[in-house]
């Protein structure tokens, strides 16, 4: 899981040097758990300006520049068309126990997705500024267990119920199959009669 968070992008207006404005993207990130104390402001453009780098490099400031944009760039992407920051895991607002007030304290420390609570280290712990933050801790780690057992419930009760439909279209083909070779079956002969019954005409 990253350890970069976006904060927000908005769009700055800057001056050509023929005096028309031009837009400039604008992004605020932080590390997890950081938001409220340490956050930094560039512009997208710079930040995106990345070069492919081997994983065997030794030029450390490549690696972590390529590591920030691509936890920034799907978030910007999103921003761009319209749509809400991406969250990498299960939403806040998905788990019933939190509230809507502390889920936006937890956002404020950057942290976005249960997941990321429940891996959550006792130095972002805390940083949040909610009575029994570590309890939070705890119940988002038990949410996420029983939300596993459920999700995999639904798949299993899926796939029987996917199975039964496909046993019964098959049952349904071989009740077809067998009407039509009845039918076949009993389907009155035409033409000439076989050898047998002309000579027993003849005689």
Do not use: H
């Amino acid at each position: 899981m990253s350890s970069v968070r976006v904060v927000k992008f908005w769009t700055e207006y800057k001056q050509n040097a023929d005096g028309t404005p031009r837009e400039v993207d604008m992004v605020e990130y932080c590390g997890v758990g950081q938001a409220q104390y340490a956050t930094t402001r560039d512009t997208v453009s710079r930040i995106s300006k990345v070069r492919p780098v081997d994983p065997m490099s030794e030029d450390e400031a490549a690696k972590m520049a390529n590591l920030r944009w691509a936890a920034i760039e799907p978030a910007y992407r999103a921003w761009k068309s319209g749509q809400e920051l991406p969250v990498n895991g299960t939403p806040l607002g998905a788990w019933p126990a939190l509230t809507p007030e502390k889920a936006d304290v937890l956002r404020a420390c950057g942290i976005r997705a249960v997941e990321e609570l429940a891996e959550a280290t006792e130095t972002v712990i805390n940083r949040i500024k909610l009575p029994g933050a570590r309890d939070l801790k705890a119940q988002a780690i038990l949410f996420l267990a029983s939300f596993d057992k459920q999700a995999t419930a639904n798949r299993i009760s899926a796939a029987e119920q996917e199975n039964a439909a496909l046993k019964a279209d098959l049952e349904e083909m071989r009740q077809l199959l067998l009407e039509m070779q009845a039918a076949k079956e009993d389907k009155p002969r035409r033409g000439r009669p076989p050898k047998a019954e002309q000579e027993e005409e003849a005689a």
